[in-house]
């Protein structure tokens, strides 16, 4: 029995489009058999391709298990049910505020603002739970040297599957 696992980093959206859950798989593995070199040259998970490109609505497929040397193996179940949701992503431009960890200890930093421009694009449907005050700019100092330093804060506080657009980095100096 091989364990089939989607490809995630091959599926391609149309712009503008993001997926908004996990993706599954139904039947989760499958029988093949064959010749045993060419059985044992797979990997196991296998890796399954989403076929189909600019996506932009909820998925639901059943789909074709394919391999190379495909005559030669036998496959049971030969589909497999492909899901996930599917949702527009809205922009948002906001300022953020700014907060800071791992401080060095004895350490007066000097930071140029405590609020970040930025935009993110959040998918539609979590717009109406979506809290603009739940998002923070975190700099994490843990590694920092003294004198002036630019850093890119992360951005805590989005709803999933959530993007970011556009972030200023943050000048501090120790």
């Not at 298990?65 to 949702?87: A, H, M, S, Y």
């Amino acid at each position: 029995m091989f364990k089939l696992e989607p490809d995630v980093s091959d599926i391609i959206f149309r712009k503008g489009f993001v997926r908004t859950s996990d993706v599954t798989i139904s039947p989760d593995s499958v029988r093949l058999t064959g010749p045993v070199r060419l059985i044992a040259s797979l990997s196991n998970p296998l890796l399954i391709k989403i076929p189909q490109r600019n996506i932009d609505d909820s998925y639901n497929e059943t789909v074709d298990l394919k391999f190379l040397n495909d005559e030669l193996i036998e496959r049971n179940p030969g589909t497999v049910n492909i899901q996930f949701g599917v949702d527009q992503l809205v922009e948002v431009d906001d300022s953020v505020a700014l907060k800071v960890v791992n401080a060095p200890k004895q350490a007066w930093q000097v930071i140029e603002r405590n609020l970040l421009a930025c935009t993110v694009a959040i998918p539609e449907q979590a717009l109406d739970t979506f809290s603009k005050d739940s998002v923070k700019a975190i700099v994490d100092l843990r590694n920092i040297r003294k004198g002036v330093n630019k850093v890119l804060p992360t951005l805590s506080g989005l709803p999933p599957y959530s993007k970011v657009i556009k972030l200023d980095s943050v000048a501090i100096k120790f």
